[in-house]
């Protein structure tokens, strides 16, 4: 715990402004990114996609590497279960449930 006193206090004061500045730098990016996966969308690009993109970029080649492994488990399952592992595949069986 801090105690009163002058240096004490500028010091609190330092790390609150600190802080502060931080978090309104945070806002700002926040925005930033809002307005651009606003101009993707605008552009035709899918921001779910692009979104999960942008993480996977941000991993290390080991996490990377366990995503792709947990995806294609997940498409081992649904082969097993008979579900689609392609769109057109999947397409095709979606106008056939209509049909």
Known sequence: MIQSGDNSDKMLKRFAERIAALMDQIKDIKDE??????????????????????????????????????????DAYRKVVGLATEIDVASHAKQEQAA
């Open 33 to 74: 990114v809002k307005t651009e996966l606003q101009a993707a969308k605008a552009a035709g690009l899918d921001t779910k996609a692009l979104n999960k993109v942008v993480r996977e970029m941000g991993m290390d080649a080991d996490d990377q590497q366990k995503q792709l492994a947990f995806e294609w488990e997940v």
